[in-house]
Nanobody
Framework: QVQLVESGGGLVQPGGSLTLSCVAS????????VGWYRQDPGKQRELVAR???????NYADSVKGRFTISRDNAKTTVYLQMNSLKPEDTAVYYC?????????WGQGTQVTVSS
C-alpha cells in the first residue's frame, strides 16, 4: 500500500502564503500526473493544480496566477506554493498521484485563511 502524506497546512491571514508538500511512503513508478485537490465539508473535491510527468501544469481558474505546482529535482516531492490566499481558499487540500491503472490519495492537510 502506498501512502501519500501532505504537510504544510495551517492558519494564515488573507493575502498570506503557504507551501504544501506531498511525499509518498515509497517510490511510485510510471506516474502520469500529480494533482492537488481541495474540499470543504459537504462539498465535492475539486482540482486545484496538476503537474504531468513531463512537467506540464494545469490550474483551476480560481487559483491561476496565485498558486504554483512544482516538483523537486529528484521528483520525490510535489509542492503547491500558494500566494495571495483568500478566505475562499479555505479547505482540506489533498494530494493525488495518478498512474495508468489507478490513483492514490493522501489524507489531506487543512488550510484555513482567516483574519
Amino acid at each position: 500500500q502506498v501512502q501519500l502524506v501532505e504537510s504544510g497546512g495551517g492558519l494564515v491571514q488573507p493575502g498570506g502564503s503557504l507551501t504544501l508538500s506531498c511525499v509518498a511512503s515509497r517510490s511510485i513508478f510510471n506516474i502520469l500526473t500529480v494533482g492537488w485537490y481541495r474540499q470543504d465539508p459537504g462539498k465535492q473535491r475539486e482540482l486545484v493544480a496538476r503537474i504531468t510527468s513531463g512537467g506540464s501544469t494545469n490550474y483551476a481558474d480560481s487559483v491561476k496566477g496565485r498558486f504554483t505546482i512544482s516538483r523537486d529535482n529528484a521528483k520525490t516531492t510535489v509542492y503547491l506554493q500558494m500566494n495571495s490566499l483568500k478566505p475562499e481558499d479555505t479547505a482540506v487540500y489533498y494530494c493525488k498521484v495518478d498512474v495508468l491503472t489507478r490513483g492514490y490519495w493522501g489524507q489531506g492537510t487543512q488550510v484555513t485563511v482567516s483574519s
